[in-house]
T-cell receptor, first 113, second 117 residues
Framework: TQLLEQSPQFLSIQEGENLTVYCNSSSVFSSLQWYRQEPGEGPVLLVTVVTGGEVKKLKRLTFQFGDARKDSSLHITAAQPGDTGLYLCAGPDYGGATNKLIFGTGTLLAVQP | DTEVTQTPKHLVMGMTNKKSLKCEQHMGHRAMYWYKQKAKKPPELMFVYSYEKLSINESVPSRFSPECPNSSLLNLHLHALQPEDSALYLC????????????????FGPGTRLTVL
């Protein structure tokens, strides 16, 4: 069974601080996605990383896919209250052979003004 | 149009009621999903429809009954629910897995907040 473990589970920081969220697995994933879910809304896709070692930037967010494609990280620079939400990594089950996505355990981020 | 819509936004029902949740997308996606989500937890997959046929049922109790009338619509019929079924129900859609250049990226609706009394 493919599992994705995220750490930390909860994170409360002050506006302007930097943070990193980790997504780890013992299995190889063909790609990994990151979603952000704001309170009362559905998850929104932020990025998909496909190639081992790949780094993608989205404004203050930097995403990295591990060389072995078993892990990924999300780094936020100068966090803002608008970054508050549940961050989820997710990867296709069995390399995308089915339509199923495996979701990570989630990281709940609160950015205090 | 990159939006998935869900109605209603909120639903309160008794354990003997019958109600339905509705989901619609116009992105031409041929895979559609129902998820159940408890507070601060990741979504749990319930059902997957592929080309309007049920392809995955994650051992969901029969009091939840999905329906896919056409490629744009997805319903979830609810009957005799229990209080522990109270949750956020999310609908999502994606390109069919295996299509070139796709990674099963899913587009979610805002969800229906269901409370069972």
């Amino acid at each position: 069974t493919q599992l994705l473990e995220q750490s930390p589970q909860f994170l409360s920081i002050q506006e302007g601080e930097n943070l990193t969220v980790y997504c780890n697995s013992s299995s190889v994933f063909s790609s990994l996605q990151w979603y952000r879910q704001e309170p009362g809304e559905g998850p929104v896709l932020l990025v998909t990383v496909v190639t081992g070692g790949e780094v993608k930037k989205l404004k203050r967010l930097t995403f990295q896919f591990g060389d072995a494609r078993k892990d990924s990280s999300l780094h936020i620079t100068a966090a803002q209250p608008g970054d508050t939400g549940l961050y989820l990594c997710a990867g296709p089950d069995y390399g995308g052979a089915t339509n199923k996505l495996i979701f990570g355990t989630g990281t709940l981020l609160a950015v205090q003004p | 149009d990159t939006e998935v819509t869900q109605t209603p936004k909120h639903l309160v029902m008794g354990m003997t009621n019958k109600k339905s949740l509705k989901c619609e997308q116009h992105m031409g996606h041929r895979a559609m999903y129902w998820y159940k989500q408890k507070a601060k937890k990741p979504p749990e997959l319930m059902f997957v429809y592929s080309y309007e046929k049920l392809s995955i049922n994650e051992s969901v109790p029969s009091r939840f009954s999905p329906e896919c009338p056409n490629s744009s619509l997805l319903n979830l019929h609810l009957h005799a629910l229990q209080p522990e079924d109270s949750a956020l129900y999310l609908c999502a859609s994606s390109q069919e897995s295996g299509m070139m250049g796709t990674y099963n990226e899913q587009f979610f609706g805002p969800g229906t907040r269901l409370t069972v009394l």
